[in-house]
């Protein structure tokens, strides 16, 4: 059983930075699409950030393009996320998530292709 465990949130003030982490664990398969995912309160959760742990593709939204990077390090099965120049639009709680890379076509921004996730971190920036 894959069990990711986030980390590295908090409140930061507009155009500061936080790094967060995701210690994975239970990974059976050789290649996942593994990445971030964020949800504000009443809206919808959406995706940040992927990355192809086999090819190290990555894929971005469009709002944090620039701003934010993924990353993983691939012995540890951690997985990173920088945020640099947060914005207050920012603020939502951040989850990683991971599915198996046979399961999906290719790796997308769609939370419904996602199998596991974690408890999520919160992500506050203040104006």
């Known amino acids: 059983q894959v069990q990711l465990v986030e980390s590295g949130g908090g409140s930061v003030q507009a155009g500061g930075s936080l790094r967060l982490s995701c210690a994975a664990s239970?990974?059976?398969?050789?290649?996942?699409?593994v990445g971030w995912f964020r949800q504000a309160p009443g809206k919808e959760r959406e995706g940040v950030a992927i990355?192809?742990?086999?090819?190290?593709?990555?894929y971005y939204a469009d709002s944090v393009k620039g701003r934010f990077t993924i990353s993983q390090d691939n012995p540890e099965m951690t997985l990173y996320l920088q945020m640099n120049t947060l914005k207050p639009e920012d603020t939502a709680l951040y989850y990683c998530a991971a599915v198996a890379a046979w399961r999906i076509a290719r790796c997308t921004l769609s939370s419904g292709d996602y199998t596991y996730w974690g408890q999520g971190t919160q992500v506050t920036v203040s104006s």
């Open positions: 990355i192809g742990s086999g090819t190290g593709d990555t």
């Open positions: 239970g990974y059976t398969y050789a290649s996942y699409c």
